[in-house]
């Protein structure tokens, strides 16, 4: 079975925030495109340090992250950060991962944008029952 992967449309909230209240321009709104694989197996987001740091993102907390093999490993939280993946988009935090590590997508960016991996044709798709808003279940 192959990956899947999504494109990413990532940008500071912080910053769209100060340009809603008039203090900068939309151009001073730091934001970044990336590839990113989508890990079903993942909870997170998980940007690079390298991204985070591009984005401007402030570290908010700690948390430990077990990976694929078992291990342990202390990582800090960064955020908020704005994701856009096609026409749906949410606010969120992220695990900062080691400098120019691959991001990952999680089930929580999944959940959100109210999206599912389609494995037979590799590829991250709107569900049938909800293809203009997010269908999210409050149960």
């Given at each position: 079975?192959?990956?899947?992967?999504?494109?990413?449309?990532?940008?500071?909230?912080?910053?769209?925030?100060?340009?809603?209240?008039?203090?900068?321009?939309?151009?001073?709104?730091?934001?970044?495109?990336?590839?990113?694989?989508?890990?079903?197996?993942?909870?997170?987001l998980m940007l690079p340090q390298d991204l985070v740091?591009?984005?401007?993102?402030?570290?908010?907390?700690?948390?430990?992250?077990?990976?694929?093999?078992?291990?342990?490993?202390?990582?800090?939280?960064?955020?908020?950060?704005?994701?856009?993946?096609?026409?749906?988009?949410?606010?969120?935090?992220?695990?900062?991962?080691?400098?120019?590590?691959?991001?990952?997508?999680?089930?929580?960016?999944?959940?959100?944008?109210?999206?599912?991996?389609?494995?037979?044709?590799?590829?991250?798709?709107?569900?049938?029952?909800?293809?203009?808003?997010?269908?999210?279940?409050?149960?």
């Open positions: 079975m192959g990956e899947v992967r999504a494109r990413l449309y990532l940008e500071n909230c912080g910053d769209r925030h100060l340009f809603k209240k008039g203090y900068i321009t939309e151009s001073e709104i730091r934001g970044e495109e990336t590839d990113a694989l989508v890990d079903t197996g993942a909870v997170m740091e591009v984005l401007g993102l402030e570290s908010i907390r700690k948390a430990v992250v077990t990976y694929a093999d078992e291990r342990k490993e202390e990582r800090e939280i960064a955020g908020p950060v704005t994701v856009r993946i096609g026409n749906r988009q949410m606010n969120t935090d992220c695990i900062i991962g080691p400098p120019n590590s691959e991001p990952l997508v999680g089930q929580i960016i999944l959940e959100g944008m109210d999206l599912i991996v389609d494995c037979s044709e590799q590829a991250l798709k709107v569900r049938p029952e909800s293809p203009y808003l997010p269908l999210l279940k409050m149960k």
